[in-house]
């Protein structure tokens, strides 16, 4: 078994992923896997970087099949006894113009965003050795859509106390909500890559108070963060930031130093703790 230390970024074979696993190549003190669903374009995306001098491992991944994120939990343990970072940068948004109906984004957009994040976790974070860090890729999309919703809901989604189970029950009705037609008179808002990062907000939230309860002298630090509107395929053209820029908040709290004592279950713009 390595005592190599190990990073893991999902999603990372474009995009802010790609550029998260080109900045930990140069920073993080160890292996570098690089994930994909699709094998041809992972290592397509590892020779890239090897022509940048930089080295990264592929492992196959997606997020959305459980046996696929079992394979690689149990590839971390056998080769590396667990793992030190783990970035969820996984995620799907449908285009502003497509015509699929809502209800089917919705259902295709929480699937991926929440629930495979959450798989992913579910699988992942027992590995996770102590002095490690998680870093789940939320958006401000979730704070606004949280805005966006019922007095009801946002109490719900800011309160300290809220369960995993409580949180899938919520996500779970939001794409029941939109297949009845009736999410806006139940108080959600018209966006379901909102509600999804809402969804991955509150998890990191939760997880965070449940390492905070489980594994106290572990040290882990797990936040969640928005990287910007970034020049990807998924935000298009115009956004602002290139995806280096956007790696940035997410490679920092990555790289965060071992004693460092926070941030820890927040959620993080800019490198800077944001109100929830």
């Known amino acids: 078994m390595s005592s190599v230390p190990v990073a893991v970024v999902t999603g990372s074979n474009k995009g802010i992923g790609f550029a998260i696993v080109q900045a930990l190549c ?12 699709d094998p041809g374009r992972g290592q397509e995306a590892v020779a890239k970087l090897q022509k940048e001098g930089l080295h990264a491992f592929f492992h196959q991944l997606d997020i959305d099949d459980l046996q696929s994120i079992r394979t690689l939990r149990d590839f971390l343990k056998e080769k590396y006894g667990g793992l030190n970072v783990l970035i969820n940068n996984a995620g799907i948004a ?23 994040t959450r798989n992913v976790c579910t699988e992942l974070l027992p590995l996770v050795k102590p002095y490690g860090k998680v870093v789940n890729v939320s958006s401000m999309v979730s704070s606004s859509a949280l805005k ?17 189970d409580e949180l ?14 009736v999410h806006e008179k139940e108080g959600w808002p018209n966006t379901a890559y909102g509600v999804s990062k809402i969804g991955v907000t509150v998890l990191s939230r939760i997880q965070a108070r449940m390492l905070n309860e489980k594994r106290k002298g572990d040290h882990i630090l797990l936040n969640a963060c928005c990287p910007g509107w970034v020049r ?38 800019d490198k800077t703790v944001q109100t929830w």
């Open 232 to 269: 990807t395929d998924m935000a298009g053209p115009k956004a602002p930031k290139s995806p280096e820029e956007g790696a940035e908040t997410p490679v920092y709290l990555a790289l965060l130093p071992s004693d460092a004592g926070g941030p820890h279950g927040q959620f993080v713009s």
């Open 148 to 164: 966006g919703c019922s007095k009801e809901l946002q109490q719900k989604f800011r309160s300290d106390t809220i369960t995993e």
């Open 94 to 116: 449908f285009k502003v113009h497509d015509t699929a109906p809502f209800a089917v984004q919705a259902e295709v957009t929480m699937k991926t965003n929440f629930f495979g």
């Open 26 to 37: 140069k920073q993080f003190p160890g292996d570098v896997y690089l994930t994909a669903r």
């Open 168 to 181: 899938v029950e919520l996500m779970t009705k939001f794409v029941e909500d939109t297949k009845k037609s």
